[in-house]
T-cell receptor, first 113, second 118 residues
């Protein structure tokens, strides 16, 4: 069964600190892995997109890594800001021709002043 | 960019009535749109795939007669919740799929619609 698991489920950190969110998937065959940020009451916004051949992708203070062999990805947030408080969702898409996204369980991040 | 809008952003309706939610791709054409439902503290759950000019494809467990989907143009899909019940209260999110060169594609998400059924 195609699944995407994320950890931790929730996380609280102080402003300015770094954090790393984890994503493990069993989707096969695999095409792309995306990380989204979803603010409360809003739709998801894309942070990074990686194909199976990419190991790392950065977007400002967000850096995503991918190990296609172990089927693991991480999202590292540097120098966190209060505005980083949101849910972060790992999304995997299967082989070409399969347009559906498989959503992870999400990590709820709270950044405190 | 690729912008997707939803209307309304929130709606309150009485039990037994119907409510329509619109999803529009503002700057690109989308032959395929998706409708998701999200409960508090949970991730998005795909309800159905909306294809322009044809019937929607519903996920297992989603009642097609209750959640009517119409994709009448390349920029508009609508979701109508018929005979709404309080348990239909949820956050509904649509996405529009944009195709790029080769076989690559991307889903762009709308801002969501908060439905409350009283």
């Amino acid at each position: 069964k195609n699944q995407v698991e994320q950890s931790p489920q929730s996380l609280i950190i102080l402003e300015g600190k770094n954090c790393t969110l984890q994503c493990n998937y069993t989707v096969s065959p695999f095409s792309n892995l995306r990380w989204y940020k979803q603010d409360t009451g809003r739709g998801p916004v894309s942070l990074t997109i990686m194909t199976f051949s990419e190991n790392t992708k950065s977007n400002g203070r967000y850096t995503a890594t991918l190990d296609a062999d172990t089927k693991q990805s991480s999202l590292h947030i540097t120098a966190s800001q209060l505005s980083d408080s949101a849910s972060y969702i790992c999304v995997v898409s299967g082989a070409s021709g399969t347009y559906k996204y498989i959503f992870g369980t999400g990590t709820r991040l709270k950044v405190l002043a | 960019g690729a912008v997707v809008s939803q209307h309304p952003s929130w709606v309150i309706c009485k039990s037994g009535t119907s409510v329509k939610i619109e999803c529009r791709s503002l700057d690109f054409q989308a032959t395929t749109m998706f409708w998701y439902r999200q409960f508090p503290k949970q991730s998005l759950m795909l309800m159905a795939t909306s294809n322009e000019g044809s019937k929607a494809t519903y996920e297992q467990g989603v009642e097609k007669d209750k959640f009517l989907i119409n994709h009448a143009s390349l920029t508009l899909s609508t979701l109508t919740v018929t005979s709404a019940h309080p348990e239909d209260s949820s956050f509904y999110i649509c996405s529009a799929m944009r195709a790029y060169s080769g076989s690559s594609y991307e889903q762009y998400f709308g801002p969501g619609t908060r439905l409350t059924v009283t």
